[in-house]
Structure formats: C-alpha cells, structure tokens
C-alpha cells in the first residue's frame, strides 16, 4: 500500500495498544513511524532494476524477521518512554503487531509480499485491494489526526479509535468477498465467450472495490474484462491482446525473462519494439502502459542477445482513464 496508509494504519495499532499508557499522539506518531519501518528495503541497493522489483517487499516483510526485530525496537522503546518500562510485554506486542498489519495488507494487494520467508519464500499477492483506496485509508486517517491533536487518552477517542479500526478491517473483508465475486462473474463471461482459460485474477481498479479488472490467459493472447460489481454483464467490456511468445520461441530461455514470469505467475507480455525485447507484468497498470516493464534482451539475426535489464517507463495514464472509471 501507498506510504500514507501505512503510516496511518501503524499509527491506529500504536495508538490501540500504547494510548492509555503513553498518550494518543505520541503512541500515533510511534506507531506511524514504525509501521514505515518495512518499507526501507527500499534503500537497499539491488543488483539491477528486476531484482529490484521482485525482491521489494521481501525479508523485511517477513513475519519471522518481524518476531526477530521486536525486541530490538520493543527495547528502545522500553527506554524511550518511562510509562512503558513495566510494560514490556505490551510494548513488544505492539511492536509486532504494527509491523506484522503492515506486511499482512500488503499482501493484500496485487504486488506480492514474502511473509512466510524463508519457509516459503513465493510472495503472497492476493490482490484484493488496490494499492491506493480511499475508502479504507480515510478512517484510519481521520483517527490519526485526532490521536496527534488529543494530549490525553480519553474515552470519545477511545470509541473513535475501535470505530476505525473496525470500519478498515472490514473494508478488507468486503474486499475479498468482493474479489470472489468478481471472479465468478467473470468466469460466466468468458464461458459465454466460449474461452477456457488457463488462469485468471481479478483485482480492483483504482481507488474503490466495485469496479473490477479481470485478466484471463489463453495460450498467446490474454483478456482484459472490466465489470461492475452491481451492474450488467450483458455487454461486457473485453478486450483481447497477443502476448507476444511468439518472440522468445527462437532463443535459449533468458534468466531475466523467467525471473519476470515467475514473480507474475505467468501473467506477462512480451513485445519487441526497435529489435529490443521487452517483458511486462500484466497485473499492474493497463495495456499498453503497464507499471512495469523491462527490456531484457535485442535481437541479433535469428537469435537474442540478453542486455543489463532496463525499465521503461511507461505512461501510466490514458486520455479518458478517469472518464470510463467514474462512468463506470
């Protein structure tokens, strides 16, 4: 999820169990800043641009490294603030629980998140949440500016805070019951369609959970649905584009192109634009300006040649984007 929802959700966890013992506004501004803590891999200096990408979200996310980093910040907060040092246990638990809610929602959204490393080290990406929504930040966000303007813990807040939390969490909930259906509406479409396809993911489009784009892959081309949530599926919104294979089918499998279809679970593009190859993930962003998108290798006669990986920066927008989203 974006920085700001995380820093919100870290704040209402803070708050929910160190408020009484330390006040609303520094246990917010404790929890904000912890639950911004998982997000530093972004410093780390990764080999190239796809080791960058797939291996975001990793240890750091983890839930046995965030059991391991407890104690260490849990400490430093024990020796931070004097109300906490009898209460060890309680600041060690929110500790893990600001930083295990950030990993969990983010597993949540499409991207993929390790959680279980190093047991299982596939990246969980449920996609039940788009990555910026609105309506589930809002709450936490109101719930975190009072927390910073009240200086005593007081039993309204105390209300407001179960409230939020409460509204935010089950907003997640809707979101995967929301997912399932989307998935089953889309699969009645593509049978109507006459399509068996090989997999298919929903996930929401930007801002809200009741508007749905679905991917479905079958063989070289893939399907774009969008469907409403509560409208008609009458006259679906498909489209159908090539995937492209047809340009590897000449060369030796390229490590970059196989690190790429295996962190999109096979949901990816291939095109070739001025004899350079280049790979998309399908999952994030829409056609043709997909978030992520590298160039891995130029072609050379009837072979390939695999260059240092290089992410083209595509345009994340289209004109009339917005226009089909709210009329949809």
């Known amino acids: 999820m974006d920085t700001v929802t995380q820093f919100v959700l870290g704040a209402g966890v803070g708050a929910a169990v160190l408020g009484r013992l330390i006040g609303p ?14 997000d530093l891999d972004v410093l780390f200096p990764f080999d190239d641009p796809i080791d960058s990408f797939i291996l975001h979200r990793g240890v750091t996310h983890a839930f046995l490294i965030h059991a391991l980093a407890t104690p260490v910040f849990g400490e430093a907060l024990v020796r931070l603030f ?4 009898d209460q060890r246990f309680r600041t060690y638990l929110a500790v893990f629980l600001i930083f295990v809610t950030h990993a969990a929602l983010d597993a949540l959204t499409i991207y993929g998140t390790r959680i279980f490393w190093p047991l299982a080290p596939d990246p969980v990406g449920v996609g039940s949440i788009f990555i910026i929504d609105p309506l589930y930040t809002l709450p936490l966000l109101v719930i975190t500016l009072w927390a910073f303007c009240a200086g005593t813990w007081s039993l309204r807040f105390s209300r407001a805070l179960t409230v939020a939390l409460t509204l935010s969490t089950a907003y997640l909930g809707w979101g995967l019951l929301a997912q399932y259906w989307a998935k089953d509406k889309a699969e009645t479409v593509l049978a109507q369609m006459g399509i068996q396809a090989e997999r298919v993911f929903a996930t929401p489009a930007p801002f809200s959970t009741f508007f749905w784009r679905v991917v479905a892959i079958d063989g070289n081309r893939y399907i774009n649905l969008y469907l409403p949530l509560f409208g008609s599926t009458e006259t679906p919104m498909a489209y159908v584009h090539p995937r492209g294979l047809e340009h590897l089918s000449c060369a030796d499998p390229l490590p970059a ?8 679970k096979g949901f990816y593009r291939v095109d070739e634009q001025d004899g350079e190859i280049r790979v998309s993930d399908l999952r994030m962003g829409l056609t043709p300006g997909y978030a992520f998108t590298f ?6 006669g009837d072979g390939l040649d695999p260059i240092p990986p290089r992410r083209i920066e595509n345009s ?3 004109e009339g984007d917005i226009d089909w989203l709210l009329a949809n």
């Open 295 to 300: 160039a891995v290798a130029q072609q050379n």
């Open 316 to 318: 994340r927008r289209a």
């Open 25 to 38: 506004r520094k246990a917010a501004i404790t929890g904000g800043l912890l639950g911004s803590v998982p």
């Open 82 to 85: 004097k109300n906490l040092r």
């Open 257 to 264: 192109v196989q690190k790429l279809a295996d962190f999109s």
